[in-house]
T-cell receptor, first 120, second 110 residues
Framework: GAVVSQHPSWVICKSGTSVKIECRSL??????MFWYRQFPKQSLMLMAT?????????EQGVEKDKFLINHASLTLSTLTVTSAHPEDSSFYIC????????????????FGPGTRLTVL | QKEVEQDPGPLSVPEGAIVSLNCTYS??????FMWYRQYSRKGPELLMY????GNKEDGRFTAQVDKSSKYISLFIRDSQPSDSATYLC??????????FGTGTRLTIIP
């Protein structure tokens, strides 16, 4: 249970174009999803919290007009990187909040496999 | 000061050894403590989850939380080559955002 998928797994695009990344919870409904960015050999940095049916909450320093998030249903959130530039090249990972399958735990985050974005 | 400090390693140990991974944190408001395992180019996988202080054991893995010293640990017994991965500690106050450590890259040598 608690499987999260992402599509695409990797994408290469030209500078100035936009890229959409999908995050799906496959076997559960998630009212809350999160988007992270991870640079090589660094930890995950939270970009935004996505709530179904409402506007996303962005972390300080993350441009909301550049990283558009849409959480249109209880199983799908999308991240669109607009006018991508080489410095946006990174590993983007989503997670979905679910009742935990671990004994004693409250809702926990289950992560997708990530999307590697390379902007040329 | 970072909210969560974790030695990035790399850490190499022989197969069968006991592995000790650690993190410290600065905010006493953190109540939930997690360990994730991340294989190269994959998303993190939740390994252990602890609420407040104490120990939790799951198979070869033991998580410890000492809130008085703001110190969390993950022990891996009888380490296997398949345990080679990056281990990330994560803390949170509630169900909102997780704050991650930088991750420790672990290699188990056959």
């Amino acid at each position: 249970g608690a499987v999260v998928s992402q599509h695409p797994s990797w994408v290469i695009c030209k500078s100035g174009t936009s890229v959409k990344i999908e995050c799906r919870s496959l076997d559960f409904q998630a009212t809350t999803m999160f988007w992270y960015r991870q640079f090589p050999k660094q930890s995950l940095m939270l970009m935004a919290t996505s709530n179904e049916g409402s506007k996303a909450t962005y972390e300080q320093g993350v441009e909301k007009d550049k990283f558009l998030i849409n959480h249109a249903s209880l199983t799908l959130s999308t991240l669109t990187v607009t006018s991508a530039h080489p410095e946006d090249s990174s590993f983007y990972i989503c997670s979905a909040l679910s009742p935990s399958f671990i004994s004693g735990a409250t809702d926990t985050q289950y992560f997708g496999p990530g999307t590697r974005l390379t902007v040329l | 000061q970072k909210e969560v400090e974790q030695d990035p390693g790399p850490l190499s140990v022989p197969e069968g050894a006991i592995v000790s991974l650690n993190c410290t944190y600065s905010n006493s408001a953190f109540q939930y403590f997690m360990w994730y395992r991340q294989y190269s180019r994959k998303g993190p996988e939740l390994l252990m989850y602890t609420y407040s202080s104490g120990n939790k054991e799951d198979g070869r893995f033991t998580a410890q939380v000492d809130k008085s010293s703001k110190y969390i640990s993950l022990f891996i017994r009888d380490s296997q080559p398949s345990d080679s991965a990056t281990y990330l500690c994560a803390v949170s106050i509630g169900n909102e955002k997780l704050t991650f450590g930088t991750g420790t890259r672990l290699t188990i040598i056959p």
